[in-house]
T-cell receptor, first 118, second 111 residues
């Protein structure tokens, strides 16, 4: 299994409070991602990073910010949590794999964080 | 903008039967992935498909890719209960490192 951990694994917080989720990898992969999973929506990309201090927005980035100050850590921050941000959050990592014309950026997923905003 | 449509959303099937899950996407892509997710768990990679006509098989599951039709299929042969899970396809957006996921197919195999 790819070395990906997420913390915390479970969190309950109140509306309006700031929340930071951490993704830590030991694989030295360049690319890191944050997704949220909600029933009926599959996984939706929030933000991703293509290197230290290099990040970009995904499909559902409003209300979220990210930071990556070193290769192994990717932080997701909810500045002021809302009930609509209650979800399961997954971190993923990827790196260029393969040779020649056949390459892949296969993603490996962390265990997830269940966040409840009351 | 890349959109990914997966169907069916739910699939209940008897053991021993065959069935296919479909994944359609709206714009050109150079990579497509299939994942499995068990309830309360993370996603497990099943297949990586990188070229037109690519076919991958693992046990009772076989995935294929038709880039011209922008279609991938996940075929289940002689289903068994252990295959009960949610299956997702994910498509890489060309020229980016982004992935767009389908909404998932929840498969239940009945004994």
């Amino acid at each position: 299994d790819a070395g990906i951990t997420q913390s915390p694994r479970h969190k309950v917080t109140e509306t309006g409070t700031p929340v930071t989720l951490r993704c830590h990898q030991t694989e030295n992969h360049r690319y890191m991602y944050w997704y949220r999973q909600d029933p009926g929506h599959g996984l939706r990309l929030i933000h991703y990073s293509y290197g230290v201090k290099d990040t970009d927005k995904g499909e559902v980035s409003d209300g979220y910010s990210v930071s990556r100050s070193k290769t192994e850590d990717f932080l997701l921050t909810l500045e002021s949590a809302t009930s609509s941000q209650t979800s399961v959050y997954f971190c993923a990592i990827s790196e260029l794999e393969g040779q020649g014309a056949h390459f892949s950026y296969e993603q490996y997923f962390g265990p997830g964080t269940r966040l409840t905003v009351t | 903008e890349l959109k990914v449509e997966q169907n069916p959303l739910f699939l209940s099937m008897q053991e021993g039967k065959n069935y296919t899950i479909y994944c359609n996407y709206s714009t050109t892509s150079d990579r497509l992935y299939w994942y499995r997710q068990d309830p309360g768990k993370s996603l497990e990679s099943l297949f990586v498909l990188l070229s037109n006509g690519a076919v991958k098989q693992e046990g009772r599951l076989m995935a294929s890719l038709d880039t011209k039709a922008r279609l991938s299929t996940l075929h289940i042969t002689a289903a068994v209960h252990d295959l009960s899970a949610t299956y997702f396809c994910a498509v890489g957006a060309s020229g980016t490192y982004k992935y767009i996921f389908g909404t998932g197919t929840r498969l239940k195999v009945l004994a």
